[in-house]
């Protein structure tokens, strides 16, 4: 293995030499910033290899009027909210899942459970809230099937879920990024196929390559993008070839179709973006939380101070906000990208303040 | 985005599953890879299996996949002597 | 008027009046024999080999209460006699008490009780005073115990934070987060069947013949909640130097790290109840490994780190398989699962 790391890193520096200027490759996915961290990567990059946090947090770009609506259902008698551990210490305006002490807030680890909870507790209704990528958008829709098919009609969702190919578009078609290539989420891209990517690449020249989340796939994912940035070229490539296929899983794909639209959305730091989150189709409406209680997500105005947005972008890195470690650390979060395991912010203040490589 | 692991299928009817890693079972929906079969290693996220895991590549990628191996050949070996 | 049998502990079971004498007699007295505890008195006549004292407590609250390689009564026995341990003394005495709920099985309350003396009796260590209470149905959930310790410090044994210097080694007895992932495979919202089995264990023999063999042991600490991270975190900000990991020596199980990526977490954070970090002289480490590996409880130890020497303020650095570098944070304090 070590020596599968040297080579790794002569692509690197040789790229950078050539090139002669910083390289900006953005990690997409959250979980790729966090496994960089944990893994201690960056401080064994070169210098001049920068890597930039991207929008792939599920949490950290869900939008605080979603998180204030899940903190109203929870105040609810009639309701049990169920959701992943990732949401439950993430701040709206008045404190977050945990600090409301509810006893009807439940972890669940499948939407499976939470229809479980479901038909356990008749006399409830139980809120889903359904957060992430495509990876986990299937498992949303097979539950929003069967509670169609088996009649549980106390099940309902909050749609949070985003779309990643959108969202990269957006990044690199603003004039003022600075992105030179994408390491792209392995698991989005067990479901959307390798291929999902062809238009980034051919719109924009950026260089794609797919990487799973162990240490050495993403170091010769970095290595695979220097490479095809010292040779000019721009292409879609994928080392995750264990699970990763051109076509994606059409199954999963299938099912998403059968149950979601995509329809624009906002994107915390990013703004509105087309065509980028998915809603439940017109015959599966009852089972959207925002229809059956009759809520509007509000667009919250952005905390005072956060720069959560431009970290998402990729335009700072944590340490430049103002209030990073000082007003806004885990304990006391500010943004969601402070409070998320994969936030970037997290992910610094936790892993990130060591020193460089000694080579 | 997305925690996913490897795990090898020891139960499996309709699209229900038990897999297995390591000794730890959990019970999964296979309605995502309705390819999958007995005995095939496949990737769970949030209690859905989605995708096939190719064993080949995936003892380049995870070294959980030699051990997951290692584990199998032992409870093999157990259960001879039983 | 004859009382009606039961088998669920009631109200009166803590009211100190008949059932509180029954249930002292025939469900308590048996298991924990011995001369003082069997006088009954207010409290317990001890006489020591030793004026130097170390004294601690701990409550218990684990949910389940059964699990893998042990129950609440082992925990709450193991646990206190390893604050003893770890702090250089030879456990002699316990004190047990416990909050029950009222309609508390009978039966499961004899199986802890049980399981509390088998482990004092196998640490050579007395319980000789405790305490029953029982509260409504609803005001504790099922049984709290808590477990106070006094023991006899070693005879030349010295182990303080001062003594901690960079260059010292960090040994750890054995692989790490096996009891806290035991422990979650069996909770409520996210168990699942394993072979992972809880380390909990009374670490007493192991420490004492640590102390005995190699005077350069500086210091000791058992990782409970907050698992490694959390005691080496402590060592750092008590000592003002830094500490140095090495992932590829942390001793873990392949079925423990498993079970952890399923669910999301990191196993430095995770609590053990049969391990012990230490750290010696570095000319003395040899002789803690020796001693370690020739007993059943340090099998698997190994040198899992060093202190350093600290620029602007103590960190945690881990060494990463991939020579990487990163911080080893203090934990939260609640491990949640994840899937993102």
Wanted: proline share 5%.
């Amino acid at each position: 293995m070590l020596n599968r790391i040297y080579e790794a890193q002569k692509l690197m520096d040789s790229a950078c030499q050539k090139l002669g200027r910083q390289i900006n490759i953005m990690e997409v996915c959250g979980t790729h910033t966090v496994a960089i961290f944990r893994n201690g990567l960056r401080p064994t990059l070169p210098e001049r290899l920068k890597m930039l946090s991207g929008p792939g947090c599920p949490v950290c770009v869900t939008d605080q009027g979603y998180i204030d609506i899940t903190l109203q259902l929870a105040d609810r008698e009639d309701c049990i909210i169920a959701t992943y551990g990732d949401m439950i210490r993430v701040p709206g305006k008045d404190g977050s899942l945990e600090t409301r002490h509810k006893p009807n807030v439940k972890i669940v680890l499948s939407s499976e459970d939470a229809l479980t909870l479901a038909k356990n507790n008749p006399d409830k209704t139980v809120v889903f809230i359904a957060v992430g990528f495509e990876t986990t958008a299937p498992a949303t829709a097979v539950a929003v099937q069967e509670a169609d098919s088996r009649g549980i009609e106390n099940f309902c969702i909050l749609s949070g879920h985003k779309l990643v190919v959108p969202a990269m578009e957006a990044l690199v078609g603003d004039k003022n990024h600075k992105i030179d290539a994408f390491l792209c989420p392995g698991h989005v891209s067990v479901i959307i196929g390798s291929n999902a990517y062809i238009p980034i690449v051919e719109q924009f020249a950026r260089p794609c390559v797919v990487a799973g989340f162990e240490p050495m796939q993403i170091i010769e994912g970095i290595a695979g993008l220097c490479r095809q940035l010292a040779d000019g070229a721009a292409e879609v490539e994928s080392i995750y070839d264990a699970v990763v296929t051109p076509e994606g899983n059409r199954t999963a794909q299938s099912i998403i179709d059968e149950c979601f639209e995509p329809v624009d959305g906002l994107w915390r730091g990013l703004g509105s973006i087309p065509n980028s989150t998915l809603k439940l189709k017109a015959e599966y409406s009852r089972f959207d939380a925002l229809n059956r209680f009759g809520l509007k997500e509000i667009p919250a105005e952005d905390l005072s101070g956060c720069r959560c947005g431009e970290v998402l972008c990729g335009l700072i890195d944590p340490p430049d906000c103002a209030l990073f470690e000082k007003k806004c650390t885990p304990d006391s979060p500010v943004g969601p990208c402070m409070v998320s395991s994969e936030g970037a912010c997290s992910a610094w203040y936790k892993y990130g303040r060591g020193r460089k490589r000694s080579s | 985005m997305c925690l996913a692991v490897p795990a090898r299928i020891i139960e499996l009817e309709d699209d229900r599953a038990v897999v297995d890693a390591l000794g730890n079972r959990w019970n999964i929906r296979t309605t995502l890879t309705p390819e999958v079969r007995m005995g095939d290693i496949v990737l769970i996220h949030a209690g859905f299996a989605i995708a096939k895991v190719d064993e080949e590549d995936a003892k380049e990628t995870w070294q959980l996949i030699a051990e997951l191996d290692a584990f199998q050949e032992e409870q093999n070996k157990k259960s001879e002597q039983d | 008027m004859k009382d009606t049998p039961t088998n669920k502990i009631l109200l009166a079971h803590g009211g100190g009046g008949r059932l509180t004498a029954n249930l002292i007699s025939n469900n308590i007295l048996p298991k924990f024999s011995n001369e003082i505890l069997a006088q009954l008195a207010d409290a317990a006549s001890l006489e020591l080999d030793s004026p130097a004292v170390c004294f601690t407590t701990d409550s218990y609250v684990v949910k389940p209460l059964f699990f893998n390689g042990g129950d609440i009564g082992k925990l709450a026995v193991c646990g206190t006699i390893n604050d003893l341990a770890v702090a250089g003394a030879k456990p002699v005495a316990l004190s047990l008490s416990m909050i029950i709920e009222e309609g508390f099985e009978l039966g499961v309350l004899d199986k802890i009780l049980a399981s509390a003396a088998e482990a004092a009796d196998g640490a050579e260590v007395s319980i000789v005073a405790g305490d029953t209470k029982v509260v409504e149905t609803g005001a504790a959930d099922g049984i709290f115990i808590n477990t106070a310790g006094l023991g006899t410090k070693l005879p030349d044994v010295n182990l303080s934070f001062g003594r901690i210097a960079p260059g010292d080694k960090i040994i750890i007895n054995g692989t790490i987060g096996d009891h806290g992932m035991t422990i979650m495979s069996q909770r409520e919202g996210i168990k699942f069947e394993s072979q992972l089995a809880s380390d909990c264990a009374s670490l007493a023999p192991l420490t004492c013949r640590i102390l005995e063999a190699a005077p350069g042991v500086k210091f000791m600490r058992d990782p409970t909640r907050g698992g490694l991270a959390a005691t080496v975190n402590e060592i750092a900000n008590s000592t003002g130097h830094s500490i140095e990991l090495y992932e590829k020596d942390i001793p873990i199980k392949p079925a423990v790290q498993a079970a952890a990526d399923m669910l999301g977490f990191d196993l430095l954070d995770i609590a053990n109840e049969g391990k012990v970090v230490i750290v010696t002289a570095p000319d003395t480490a040899e002789k803690v490994l020796d001693v370690c590996k020739g007993h059943p409880l340090g099998a698997g130890a190994g040198i899992i780190g060093e202190v350093a020497q600290s620029e602007d303020g103590p960190i945690v650095e881990l060494i990463t398989k991939v020579g990487g570098r990163r911080i080893v944070q203090m934990p939260y304090g609640r491990e949640l699962p994840r899937i993102c």
